[in-house]
Each structure stands twice: as structure tokens, then as C-alpha cells.
């Protein structure tokens, strides 16, 4: 399908998900540009009495676990809560648009450019793409949707983005288990606390890596012995690679297609999967005339925007990319970006 043509189609709305590249604006807006109001219930001063018991336990217990003392109180000394995170983190809008309004907010034409000249000219991605099974023009799509190839990764402290959501106790588990994970990091050098920047939510780096992922998956992949996901080309997709074939990404086979849909076929979603042929038997059909899988390939039916609307069917790496970011709408805009990459 050609891009310019599909960016203008409209139709139902359907609640989505924001992408990482999202959650990376300026400081003081937010995910939809709203501003973000600084919560006064927490300043961004010391004394506020739930942070410090908070921080207070949690330097007792990670010092229980085995923790340098030394580590923590370097790291965690005169931190206050970052009322701008908290903003963010209990408004989380999302956004009501068309697939194709939500396309056109991740892509345009400069951006497809840029990503064929980088497909074009990284000489690595070849070797990446036999060691992965991951093609290059996926790789290359994630790192334009996350982060624009590494224009913006965000500017928030991931220690006190970690630690400020710890202590308001909502995702405490969570928050407390990515605060390990930085600590982690830059306890065995691998980064400094200056370079642990992210969005408000934690995701550093051209990967938009929480750290914990970093510590997991992260690859050195240009061999300099750092898995430098700031500010080496070779780590950042290699990285990616990685990310997605854990997730069960499967050599050699697509994320899915555009198609179109006869009246009274239901589009169920990806949760209901058939054999690809019996939705060619129902009169489902490629919109490219020519089916990307075999006939028993597992197959699911989205129509994002409700009957009437943009179909597509989508395949077994479609939930690879979705473990990337669970949005439909944005494992549907990478896919369809990695091919126009491709084209």
C-alpha cells in the first residue's frame, strides 16, 4: 500500500496506546503536549515525609539484599521526588484517531528517506539479519518510531524517575525492580549516572531500553566491550535484534499485510487466529493481490478503525513487535514503515 495514500485515509476512532518516542517529550508536557502541572502534594524539595520513609526502607532492604552501602548512598543521597513524572504517570491520556491520523504522527517522508539511506548504508545490518533472523528494515523501523534514530531519547533522571514512582506505591514493585536495574548499570560501569537519561517512565537509550531490559538483552555487538544503546549504531539494532527474537520473532516470515474484507466477515482481532486459507476462503483478500504466508500460517484479523475501515491480517512476528510496545497501532505502524522502508 503507498504510504502517502494510506496516511490519509480516516475512519472510527479506536483508543490507543502512546509509542515510547512519545513518552520522551520536553520536561514539562506531556504525553498528548498538555502541560504538566507540578503536583504541590510532591515538592520538589527534601522533607516530603512519604518519599523519605520510602527511601529510607528501601536503602535498608537493598543493603540486606547484598547492596553496596557506599552505592547506594551515592546515588540515592539528597534525591527528591520528581512531581513532573507523578503528572505523567496518573494522566497517561490516550489517544482517540484513525490508524491513519496515528501513522501520519510517526511518519512522513524524510523519515522513510532517512531510514532507507541508514538500511543502505550500515554495513553491519547483514551479518545482524543472519545471526537474528530479524530483517534489517524492522530493526531500522523501531529505531526511527522509538526515537527518531536517536534525535530524542528524553532528559529525565532514570534513578529519580524509578525512585519518585517507587514511593508513590502504585507500581512500587515494579519502579523498584527498574531502580535495581539502573543501579545495576552503573555499578558495573557500563553507564554513568549522567547517562542514564530517559523518558519519564524509564526507557533510555536509542532502544528506549527500561533498564532492566538493558541488563537482559542490551548486546555489544560492535565487540568494544560496552553495550553502549546511546550512542553506538551497531549496539542500538543489534540490540533490537536481540529484543525481538527472544520475543519469538521467526526467521523468514512477515509481521502481516493491508487486506480487504467482504461484508459479514468479522475482524475478531489478534486473539482469534485461523489457518490463512480459510480467511481466503471467506473472501478476505491481500490487498497487494498476493498472499505473504502460506496457507496454514496462523493468521489473525484486525480492522482498527471498525467496519469499513483499513483491515489488516497479521501474523506471528505482529506479536514480536508488540512485545516491544502492546499497542496494535504501533506494531501495525512498524510493520507497514519496515516495508515502505523496504520499497
Keep these: 500500500m503507498d504510504r502517502r495514500l494510506f496516511i490519509r485515509l480516516s475512519g472510527a476512532s479506536m ?48 543493603v540486606a539484599g547484598g547492596w553496596s552501602s557506599e552505592l547506594l548512598t551515592r546515588e540515592l543521597a539528597g534525591l527528591t521526588p520528581d512531581p513532573r513524572v507523578l503528572g505523567l504517570d496518573r494522566r497517561q491520556p490516550e489517544l482517540s484517531k484513525p490508524i491513519g491520523d496515528y501513522i501520519r504522527g510517526v511518519v512522513a517522508d524524510d ?53 519518585t514512582l517507587a514511593a508513590q506505591g502504585r507500581r512500587r514493585a515494579w519502579a523498584e525492580a527498574q531502580l535495581f536495574g539502573a543501579l545495576r548499570i552503573i555499578s558495573t560501569g557500563e553507564a554513568t549516572r549522567e547517562q542514564l537519561r530517559g523518558s519519564w517512565a524509564g526507557a533510555m537509550g536509542q532502544t528506549q531500553f527500561l533498564p532492566e531490559t538493558y541488563v537482559s538483552t542490551a548486546l555489544d555487538f560492535d565487540g568494544d566491550g560496552r553495550r553502549d544503546i546511546w550512542n553506538s549504531k551497531a549496539v542500538v539494532l543489534g540490540s533490537i535484534a536481540n529484543y ?87 506494531a501495525i505502524a512498524v510493520g507497514l514503515i519496515g516495508d515502505w522502508v523496504l520499497s
Design 111 to 163: 523519515r522513510i528517506a532517512m531510514g532507507q539511506s541508514r538500511r543502505a548504508s550500515l554495513s553491519f545490518l547483514s551479518s545482524m539479519e543472519e545471526r537474528f533472523g530479524v530483517p534489517s528494515q524492522v530493526l531500522i523501523a523501531i529505531w526511527g518510531v522509538e526515537t527518531g534514530f536517536g534525535a530524542v531519547m528524553g532528559q529525565y533522571d532514570v534513578i529519580r524517575s524509578m525512585a
Design 15 to 62: 483508543a490507543v496506546g502512546l509509542p515510547q518516542t512519545a513518552l520522551a517529550q520536553a520536561p514539562s508536557v506531556g504525553p498528548d503536549g498538555v502541560p504538566v502541572p507540578v503536583d504541590p502534594a510532591w515538592p520538589q524539595t527534601s522533607g516530603d515525609p512519604v518519599f523519605e520513609a520510602w527511601s529510607a526502607d528501601f536503602k535498608s532492604r537493598a
Design 244 to 330: 525481538l527474537a527472544k520475543s519469538g520473532w521467526r526467521a523468514g516470515e512477515t509481521w502481516g499485510q493491508p487486506v480487504s474484507i467482504p461484508p459479514g466477515v468479522p475482524a475478531a482481532g489478534r486473539d482469534s487466529k485461523r489457518a490463512l486459507a480459510e480467511w481466503a476462503r471467506l473472501g478476505v483478500k491481500p490487498a497487494s493481490g498476493r498472499w505473504a504466508a502460506s496457507g496454514d500460517t496462523a493468521a489473525a484479523l484486525l480492522a482498527p478503525d471498525g467496519a469499513g475501515g483499513e483491515a489488516f491480517m497479521v501474523f506471528n512476528n505482529f506479536a514480536a513487535i508488540r512485545r516491544y510496545n502492546p499497542s496494535d497501532f504501533y
